[in-house]
């Protein structure tokens, strides 16, 4: 059996203490796998990422992950951060959150500055990330002036940058026309092949068969409804609908057309 | 709806405004002689002429410095006619705070050119007022020309990495920065928002309502202020920032920068040594 990356024992978080955003969660990710967390809207798929990259800590049962238990007081253990934070790589659900700094390339340097590369390595490796995503001709613009394509490609730069062992990506292709979700898409895939681990949320149906060996659904309840595989899931669609994943076609209401008078209010 | 278009108006022209703002990032990175200076000593040229000009008593050398602001936007690539629009929208309003008082009498004593009387205060425009009037309208119109010069031809962020060098600290640089950068997001989130009432309310239908929904509004965006922040540090976190920040530095000064450098001293010099 491979390696496992992350271990997690009846995980409990919940933001003021009140409405619990995950319940109960019991998972293990081994090595070099791919893993998708499906789940409607709120149930607790960023929450879980933010777990796993210890931004946050479970209030019950804990997390293990490359062999070391999440405490709190990590944050403030260098070699921690160090380790840690080169290893595993998180995309955040919004890029405008992710694109902090003043220029595309400020942005790409910036884990591999306060990581303490070394100057000819921070070159040596802005090169190669540029090649690999073709973003030569952003790298003196500011982030919050290019599309959305444009940055969510920026974003997964900065973290792949890292080269980290695991990828945490939160709702990777939300927003992207088909040609840059396929582009992403292969990026994905072709780390995944070099045999980093990938862990995606998302409620994208289409995309769960290439990027999932393994789909853990979150239900409205903020808990692990079904771990499955994703032929398995994708073609119950009835727990599709009952979970929100799918919605019914349209052509059903075919005989209820019906008009409605413009309103006018001036 | 008179509410609803003052509302409306006012939101768009903010937004076109940050917008305008931000296009002017596009003169930093055209080519062009400023544009090639270091942040550093672009500024510290800047500071010097800006000093020559406030210390000069002569018309002359002032009206010289102006041409030469005049050359140098030349020689960056920026049309005459935003540089003159941009200088003259700024010049009104420190010009008429600093200098409109020093034209009367009452504060500069001379031979009287125009008398106006109102009431039973006579207020004499002298020659003295007047030329102090007219240096001090140079002054303002050069200094504000200057610094538009820096402004535009600068990366804002690059004028912001220049603070660390007289030592303010780097986190202070970059709140200032992302402050800077989420204006635009949070201008734009705001013009959403706005847009979404609107499309979902089809109009405001009082006064009473417009406050109450742009008071909601600003509650609502304190909010996601204050989310947003977290967000972000979290950003920072997860991309190994560690209790200090680290940015990259700025390039190393060259000849070029050595150059512009003598000429602003000797500029300042000049200024000093004419008294
Ligand atoms: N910063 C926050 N403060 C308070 N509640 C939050 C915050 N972020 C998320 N939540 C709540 O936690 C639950 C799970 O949210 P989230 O993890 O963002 O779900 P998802 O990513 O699946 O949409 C939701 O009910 C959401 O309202
Ligand atoms: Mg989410």
Redesign the interface.
């Known amino acids: 059996m491979a390696r496992l990356i992350f271990e997690l024992k009846g995980v409990y978080f919940s933001y003021h203490g009140k409405i619990p955003a995950l319940c109960d969660i019991n998972l293990n990710i081994e090595e070099g796998s791919k893993i998708v967390i499906m789940g409607a809207n709120g149930t607790g798929k960023t929450t879980l990422l933010m777990l796993l990259d210890a931004l946050i800590f479970p209030q019950k049962g804990y997390i293990r992950a490359l062999d070391r238990e999440f405490r709190e007081n990590l944050l403030n253990d260098w070699e921690f951060v160090r380790f840690f934070r080169s290893k595993v790589g998180l995309l955040f659900q919004n890029p405008d959150v992710q694109l902090f700094s003043p220029t595309v390339k400020d942005e790409l340097i910036f884990s591999l500055l306060n990581l303490g590369f070394t100057q000819k390595e921070i070159e040596k490796r802005l090169s190669k990330i540029v090649q690999l995503f073709r973003i030569k001709e952003l790298l003196d613009r500011a982030p919050y002036q290019l599309s959305v394509g444009e940055k969510k490609k920026v974003a997964i730069a900065s973290v792949l940058i890292m080269e980290p062992e695991v990828l945490l990506l939160d709702e990777p292709t939300a927003g992207l026309d088909p040609q840059t979700t396929r582009d992403i898409i292969d990026i994905i895939l072709k780390e995944n092949s070099l045999g980093k681990t990938i862990i995606t949320a998302t409620h994208h149906l289409e995309i769960i068969e290439e990027l999932a060996d393994k789909v853990y659904v979150l239900g409205k309840e903020n808990k692990i409804v079904r771990s499955d595989y994703p032929k398995e899931v994708l073609y119950d669609e009835e727990f599709l609908l009952k979970y929100n994943l799918a919605h019914i076609h349209y052509h059903h209401h075919k005989d209820l057309v019906h008009t409605h008078l413009p309103l006018h209010n001036d | 709806?008179r509410v609803n278009s003052f509302i409306e108006r006012s939101v768009v022209s903010a937004f076109s405004f940050f917008r305008e703002s931000?296009l002017c990032?596009n003169y930093a990175?055209k080519r062009g002689l400023l544009q090639i200076l270091s942040p550093p000593i672009k500024t510290l040229f800047v500071f010097f002429l800006l000093l020559a000009v406030f210390f000069s008593k002569s018309i002359i050398f002032i009206l010289a410095v102006y041409s030469l602001c005049i050359l140098l936007s030349y020689l960056s690539s920026i049309e005459l006619r935003f540089f003159l629009k941009r200088t003259l929208v700024f010049v009104p309003i420190f010009y008429l705070v600093i200098a409109l008082p020093s034209l009367f009498n009452v504060f500069t004593p001379g031979e009287p050119i125009i008398i106006f009387k109102i009431f039973n205060l006579t207020l004499n425009i002298t020659h003295q007022g007047l030329f102090s009037f007219s240096i001090l309208f140079l002054r303002v119109l050069t200094s504000v020309s200057l610094c538009v010069l820096l402004i535009t031809t600068t990366?804002?962020?690059e004028l912001?990495k220049v603070l660390p060098i007289f030592g303010v600290p780097h986190i202070f640089v970059l709140i200032v920065?992302?402050s800077y950068?989420y204006i635009?997001?949070f201008v734009e989130m705001f013009q959403n928002t706005y847009l979404a009432i609107k499309s979902r309310v089809?109009?405001i239908p009082s006064i009473k309502k417009g406050q109450f929904l742009v008071g909601a509004n600003i509650a609502n965006f304190w909010h996601r202020s204050y989310n947003?922040y977290n967000?972000?540090y979290?950003?920072?976190?997860?991309?190994?920032?560690?209790r200090e920040?680290?940015?990259?530095r700025s390039a190393k000064p060259h000849f070029v920068d050595w150059a512009f450098l003598v000429i602003g001293i000797f500029i300042l010099g000049l200024s000093l040594w004419q008294g």
Do not use: C, I, T
């Open positions: 709806m931000v990032e990175s990366f804002k962020y912001l920065g992302m950068r635009y997001f089809g109009f947003l967000d972000v979290n950003a920072m976190l997860a991309r190994g920032y560690y920040v680290k940015l990259p």
